[in-house]
């Protein structure tokens, strides 16, 4: 076997691997719009660089037919390769949405990171029905001026709504509109030709996480976010 038909081994191996792994990432850890706006990216170019680039490149390298301690070259390319993966897939996961929590106007997206910053234990999100990333609002107040106070209260004293888990609540299937009661106030913000470019069905929030913020439309009936806008393109 000459050395390219090994790389062309190895590249059919790793791109099977990698479309593995890549269907974890975007099915489960960031389903939907998530990976493009909550950093799901960083950790996938390490791991499509090393599987699909180095790896094969290496051993494109170093093998030759009939070379001494051949085997133990390319047992070592694999591990190598194997653990620069695992590390990708680790910085993907470790940093992967946990919950979606819609605190007064904005959705926030957390990963744990955010929980173990401000000392709150990720475990509450386990009562939490649905599968990962949580979808969860901050339960306020009815009065809308009970509510503003709740809201600026705690950004004073360094806990701010969106990461009081005891205010957590799941967001309803059936009437969540009721949920976003700054709705109104959201579009209020944005230009007029913004709005009429949203699509039917469309509850505007802001959005913000570790990567980027800007306006999310969530869509009722399916229960998720469904389209994500740049904040400095569309604000008056």
Not at 42 to 69: A, E, H, M, Q
Not at 106 to 135: C, H, M, Q, R
Request: net charge negative.
């Amino acid at each position: 076997m000459s050395r390219w038909q090994a790389f062309g081994i190895h590249l059919a191996i790793s791109v099977v691997v990698l479309t593995a792994l890549m269907a974890l990432i975007f099915l489960l850890w960031y389903p939907g719009i998530l990976f493009n706006v909550d950093g799901g990216w960083t950790g996938l170019r390490i791991v499509i660089g090393v599987d699909l680039v180095l790896g094969p490149l290496l051993t494109l390298v170093v093998y030759k037919s009939g070379k001494p301690g051949l085997r133990f070259d390319l047992t070592c390319i694999v591990v190598f390769q194997a653990v620069c993966m695992a590390g990708g897939m680790f910085i993907v996961h470790a940093e992967r949405p946990l919950a979606l929590v819609l605190a007064y106007d904005t959705f926030f997206s957390l990963s744990a990171t955010e929980f173990e910053d401000y000392g709150k234990d990720v475990g509450v999100l386990d009562g939490i029905p649905g599968n990962y990333p949580k979808l969860v609002y901050t339960e306020l107040p009815e009065d809308s001026v009970q509510a503003d106070i709740v809201a600026i209260r705690g950004q004073f004293i360094g806990d701010p709504l969106f990461i009081q888990t005891e205010r957590y609540r799941p967001l309803p299937e059936a009437g969540t509109e009721l949920v976003f009661i700054q709705e109104e106030t959201v579009r209020a913000s944005v230009s007029e030709g913004f709005k009429t470019s949203l699509p039917d069905g469309c509850l505007l929030a802001r959005f913000v996480s570790s990567v980027k913020s800007g306006f999310v439309c969530f869509d009722a009936e399916a229960m998720r976010l469904d389209s994500f806008y740049e904040q400095e393109a569309q604000v008056d």
